[in-house]
């Protein structure tokens, strides 16, 4: 009786242990989903550092291709910082996809108008999109590096066999037959070769274990495949039939690696425990680890085609919830796709990172060469519609009231500097930058280019960059490329007119203050304010007065006075 009353009560403790732990974990559910209502259309609190970045860049390191954003032109945009502004991800999936998406121009029309429905049926239907949230959610992110780093490492394992463990296994069992036998004998027997097989687990279970983590991944990975694969949400009914095709063929990997990750050591659970020396005795882990990554190995490309799509939909979702934060301040652009013309309309034109923007607007058929000031703007309105160009073609999305354009290959050379590692001048990077936007407008079966030069051959000799950029600027200006650029010479305008629009950022000087409107104005810059800065910060007079004189003096003459 007295037994029955504690099994009983065994029993009832773990009814209200499991029912604790259901309440709790639906309790928790209840307030992510509420987290994840409040904070939609909000700007990202994360912070990166360089290391992370090199993680979450690791899906796109293993889907490069020639025709997406080069490093330089990424680095000149500052496309991290708007990654970072603009990722609102709850997995290491969509964390990882957004990273590519960004780097990765869509030239094909029918992928981009699906792309937009699915981000428009997200950012409508507010339910659906929970529901697929909370799923990410529970997918969540590696500790610390990008699956693909692990999965990489795998091969490193070599060939796994289970035959020795399998041997052991024998030799304690005989040890147990021979207790039958001869206690004593059988007893030593036994001993001997579960202490083998305890030496024996933690040096093997050391090499296996930095990649269990990987196995939890993959395993939380097809969860959400399986839960995704099985809402009703018609616009990614054919990437749910594909999620769940992808979870079939790996039900054994589930299978094999259920005892791998359920060997949760120093958990304080007596059965646990029990279980923890049983694994560690008979390798019954390192047995299934084996086995488990066989299976594995056998599907790297439906593991790779999950994460695909599970970042396919959570970077849907995010790019709605950004165009959310813009309200009205962002446009569909209307793009061309296999157009032969050049040609760039844009309207209400603003850099995303920008917190109080003043917004342009530009329509042209041939290149843009920007002339201004030093700060009055240039440099910005480059970035502003190369950014423009990038967000319309990757996430269809554009910081922006209308963005019109044929579909582009986007170039630019513009935050360079000295490569002391390779020992190339600052004129030896720009030129090798320069050149390899003219080996893409060289080629006559690309698609059109948009490039963006900031300052052209500004490492060398006024005379021979003058003369070196006109001729490069003209042949930029050729057939199917679109090209802006900005300059302080002025020379340019003149020798470059009739193969660029001139137009110009200004300053306004009053009462010893400059401030600048960041408007573009039509035609070439004819104010300078370089002299005016160095008087308002309090250059002597005489520094002042001969510098002026001196560049009075060229104006007209086209010569340098002494």
Same mark, same amino acid.
């Given at each position: 009786? =007295?037994?029955?009353?504690?099994?009983?009560?065994?029993?009832?403790?773990?009814?209200?242990?499991?029912?604790?732990?259901?309440? =709790?974990?639906?309790?928790?559910?209840?307030?992510?989903?509420?987290?994840?209502?409040?904070?939609?259309?909000?700007?990202?609190?994360?912070?990166?550092?360089?290391?992370?970045?090199?993680?979450?860049? /690791?899906?796109?390191?293993?889907?490069?291709?020639?025709?997406?954003?080069?490093?330089?032109?990424?680095? =000149?945009?500052?496309?991290?910082?708007?990654?970072?502004?603009?990722?609102?991800?709850?997995?290491?999936?969509?964390?990882?996809?957004?990273?590519?998406?960004?780097?990765? &121009?869509?030239?094909?029309?029918?992928?981009?108008?699906?792309?937009?429905?699915?981000?428009?049926?997200? /950012?409508?239907?507010?339910?659906?999109?929970?529901?697929?949230?909370?799923?990410?959610?529970?997918? %969540?992110?590696?500790?610390? *590096?990008?699956?693909?780093?692990?999965?990489?490492?795998?091969?490193?394992?070599?060939?796994?066999?289970?035959?020795?463990?399998?041997?052991?296994?024998?030799?304690?069992?005989?040890? +147990?037959?021979?207790?039958?036998?001869?206690? &004593?004998? %059988?007893?030593?027997?036994?001993?001997?070769?579960?202490?083998?097989?305890?030496?024996?687990?933690?040096?093997?279970?050391?090499?296996?274990?930095?990649?269990? #983590?990987?196995?939890?991944?993959?395993?939380?990975?097809?969860?959400?495949?399986?839960?995704?694969?099985?809402?009703?949400?018609?616009?990614?009914?054919?990437?749910?039939?594909?999620?769940?095709?992808?979870?079939?063929?790996?039900?054994?990997?589930?299978?094999?690696?259920?005892?791998?990750?359920?060997?949760?050591?120093?958990?304080?659970? &007596?059965?646990?425990?029990?279980?923890?020396?049983?694994?560690?005795?008979?390798?019954?882990?390192?047995?299934? +680890?084996?086995?488990?990554?066989?299976?594995?190995?056998?599907?790297? @490309?439906?593991?790779?085609?999950?994460?695909?799509?599970?970042?396919?939909?959570?970077?849907?979702?995010?790019?709605?919830?950004?165009?959310?934060?813009?309200? %009205?301040?962002?446009?569909?652009?209307?793009?061309?796709?296999?157009?032969?013309?050049?040609?760039?309309?844009?309207?209400?034109?603003?850099?995303?990172?920008?917190? @109080? &923007?003043?917004?342009?607007?530009?329509?042209?058929?041939?290149?843009?060469?920007?002339?201004?000031?030093?700060?009055?703007?240039?440099?910005? +309105?480059?970035?502003?519609?190369?950014? #423009?160009?990038?967000?319309?073609?990757?996430?269809?999305?554009?910081?922006?009231?209308?963005?019109?354009?044929?579909?582009?290959?986007?170039? #630019?050379?513009?935050?360079?500097?000295?490569?002391?590692?390779?020992? =190339?001048?600052?004129?030896?990077?720009?030129?090798?930058?320069?050149?390899?936007?003219?080996?893409?407008?060289?080629?006559?079966?690309?698609?059109?280019?948009?490039?963006?030069?900031?300052?052209?051959?500004?490492?060398?000799?006024?005379?021979?960059?003058?003369?070196?950029?006109?001729?490069?600027?003209?042949?930029?200006?050729?057939?199917?490329?679109?090209?802006?650029?900005?300059?302080?010479?002025?020379?340019?305008?003149?020798?470059?007119?009739?193969?660029?629009?001139?137009?110009?950022?200004?300053?306004?000087?009053?009462?010893?203050?400059? *401030? +600048?409107?960041?408007?573009?104005?039509?035609?070439?810059?004819?104010?300078?304010?370089?002299?005016?800065?160095?008087?308002?910060?309090?250059?002597?007079?005489?520094?002042?007065?001969?510098?002026?004189? /001196?560049?009075?003096?060229?104006?007209?003459?086209?010569?340098?006075?002494?």
């Amino acid at each position: 009786m =007295d037994a029955l009353f504690f099994a009983g009560m065994i029993v009832l403790l773990i009814v209200l242990l499991m029912g604790k732990e259901y309440i =709790d974990s639906r309790t928790f559910q209840r307030r992510m989903l509420k987290k994840l209502y409040q904070r939609y259309g909000e700007a990202p609190d994360r912070k990166y550092g360089a290391e992370e970045l090199s993680h979450i860049s /690791m899906y796109y390191q293993k889907h490069r291709t020639e025709e997406q954003i080069d490093d330089i032109t990424w680095n =000149d945009l500052h496309l991290d910082e708007i990654y970072e502004c603009m990722n609102t991800s709850c997995s290491a999936a969509g964390d990882e996809y957004l990273y590519y998406r960004l780097h990765t &121009p869509v030239f094909e029309e029918e992928q981009m108008e699906d792309m937009e429905k699915r981000i428009c049926f997200f /950012m409508e239907h507010e339910t659906e999109r929970q529901k697929v949230q909370s799923i990410f959610y529970q997918l %969540g992110r590696m500790r610390r *590096y990008s699956i693909y780093e692990y999965l990489d490492n795998l091969e490193s394992l070599g060939e796994r066999k289970n035959g020795a463990y399998l041997l052991y296994d024998l030799a304690a069992l005989a040890g +147990f037959g021979i207790m039958f036998q001869s206690l &004593p004998v %059988g007893l030593v027997v036994l001993l001997i070769v579960l202490c083998h097989n305890l030496i024996g687990y933690f040096k093997e279970y050391k090499e296996i274990e930095p990649y269990i #983590s990987s196995f939890r991944y993959i395993r939380r990975l097809l969860g959400c495949a399986q839960q995704m694969g099985q809402e009703e949400i018609q616009v990614i009914a054919g990437k749910q039939a594909r999620l769940r095709e992808c979870h079939r063929k790996l039900k054994s990997f589930l299978r094999n690696s259920y005892l791998v990750i359920s060997a949760e050591k120093g958990n304080g659970n &007596p059965l646990e425990l029990v279980l923890d020396y049983l694994r560690m005795l008979f390798y019954l882990d390192l047995i299934q +680890f084996n086995r488990a990554l066989a299976s594995l190995r056998g599907h790297m @490309d439906e593991v790779d085609e999950m994460i695909t799509i599970l970042g396919q939909i959570e970077t849907d979702v995010v790019v709605g919830a950004w165009r959310t934060r813009f309200l %009205g301040e962002y446009c569909v652009p209307r793009l061309y796709y296999g157009g032969k013309d050049k040609f760039l309309k844009v309207e209400d034109l603003y850099h995303p990172l920008l917190p @109080d &923007p003043v917004k342009n607007s530009v329509s042209v058929t041939r290149g843009v060469l920007l002339t201004g000031s030093n700060a009055s703007g240039k440099s910005t +309105f480059l970035r502003a519609v190369a950014v #423009s160009g990038v967000l319309a073609q990757t996430i269809h999305t554009c910081p922006a009231s209308c963005y019109e354009a044929p579909v582009f290959r986007i170039y #630019s050379s513009m935050s360079l500097r000295d490569n002391l590692s390779g020992g =190339d001048s600052y004129y030896m990077v720009e030129i090798k930058s320069i050149k390899r936007i003219l080996d893409q407008v060289m080629k006559k079966d690309g698609r059109p280019v948009l490039c963006f030069v900031d300052e052209v051959l500004r490492g060398t000799n006024t005379v021979e960059r003058i003369a070196a950029s006109t001729q490069i600027m003209k042949m930029l200006a050729r057939g199917r490329t679109l090209c802006f650029a900005a300059t302080h010479d002025v020379e340019l305008t003149r020798l470059l007119a009739s193969a660029y629009d001139n137009y110009h950022f200004e300053e306004k000087i009053e009462e010893e203050d400059i *401030y +600048f409107p960041y408007l573009l104005r039509k035609g070439p810059a004819t104010s300078r304010n370089a002299i005016a800065l160095l008087k308002m910060l309090g250059y002597d007079r005489s520094i002042i007065e001969e510098a002026e004189a /001196m560049a009075e003096g060229f104006l007209d003459s086209g010569s340098w006075g002494m």
